[in-house]
């Protein structure tokens, strides 16, 4: 989460006044919910799953997480939405309710009116157009709060699934940022995607 830098440690900003829609359906038989700590258990047993195909990508995927972690980020994850600087979904199926097959998220840690869309989808849910429904929605979601102005998509130069959803959306590629990798397919040149409101 991101501090301001005038602010103390222990006081948080919020980056917008209002909060996203807690359900965005996508169609086609998906739909993105906020996530809960309830959710806990079907996050861990999705990232586990998912571990060979995350960990090229993320940085947060080098190792299985426990339960209590997911438990713990769970919590966390209820306590920035409450805050009003990040809001964390998990992508569903309308047919499985539990389901968790993919995480999203709007993240408020690239400055004041903007928030990053953030997201992965499970290995065996690629390639069907949920990661660009979903960014869809959440850019939607992001431009339609009071005080936000754009939105960001981030990712290696490298990671051409992840490129292509900025694309597919009309996202502007702004610049590429020089940085040192933190996962192991990571080039060090991250592309920063955005569209404004």
Same mark, same amino acid.
């Given at each position: 989460?991101?501090?301001? &830098?005038? *602010?103390?440690?222990?006081?948080?900003?919020?980056?917008?006044?209002?909060?996203?829609?807690?359900? #965005?359906?996508?169609?086609?038989? =998906?739909?993105?919910?906020?996530?809960?700590?309830?959710?806990?258990? *079907? !996050?861990?047993?999705?990232?586990?799953?998912?571990?060979?195909? %995350?960990?090229?990508?993320?940085?947060?995927? /080098?190792? =299985?997480?426990?339960? =209590?972690?997911?438990?713990?980020?769970? $919590?966390?994850?209820?306590?920035?939405?409450?805050?009003?600087?990040?809001?964390? +979904?998990?992508?569903? !199926?309308?047919?499985?309710?539990?389901? $968790?097959?993919?995480?999203?998220? #709007?993240?408020?840690?690239?400055?004041?009116?903007? #928030?990053?869309?953030? +997201? @992965?989808?499970? /290995?065996?849910?690629?390639?069907?157009? !949920?990661?660009?429904?979903?960014?869809?929605? %959440?850019?939607?979601?992001?431009?339609?709060?009071?005080?936000?102005?754009?939105?960001?998509?981030?990712?290696?130069?490298?990671?051409? *699934?992840?490129? =292509? $959803?900025?694309?597919?959306?009309? +996202? $502007?590629?702004?610049?590429?940022?020089?940085?040192?990798? &933190?996962?192991?397919?990571?080039?060090?040149?991250?592309?920063? @995607?955005?569209?404004?409101?």
């Amino acid at each position: 989460m991101s501090h301001s &830098t005038d *602010a103390p440690d222990d006081t948080v900003r919020p980056i917008t006044a209002g909060r996203p829609p807690e359900l #965005l359906p996508l169609g086609g038989g =998906a739909h993105l919910r906020r996530r809960r700590p309830a959710d806990a258990a *079907a !996050l861990n047993a999705a990232v586990i799953a998912n571990l060979d195909h %995350l960990r090229p990508w993320m940085p947060w995927a /080098r190792h =299985a997480p426990t339960l =209590a972690e997911s438990e713990q980020l769970s $919590v966390a994850g209820e306590k920035v939405w409450d805050e009003g600087t990040d809001f964390m +979904y998990l992508l569903g !199926l309308d047919a499985d309710p539990a389901a $968790v097959i993919g995480g999203f998220g #709007l993240h408020g840690r690239i400055g004041p009116g903007a #928030l990053e869309v953030g +997201y @992965w989808v499970h /290995r065996e849910h690629t390639g069907r157009g !949920l990661a660009t429904a979903a960014a869809r929605a %959440l850019t939607g979601a992001a431009l339609a709060l009071p005080g936000i102005t754009r939105a960001e998509i981030h990712c290696d130069e490298s990671n051409a *699934a992840s490129a =292509a $959803v900025p694309r597919k959306l009309g +996202y $502007v590629l702004d610049r590429i940022d020089e940085e040192a990798p &933190t996962a192991p397919a990571e080039t060090g040149r991250k592309m920063i @995607w955005l569209t404004r409101g």
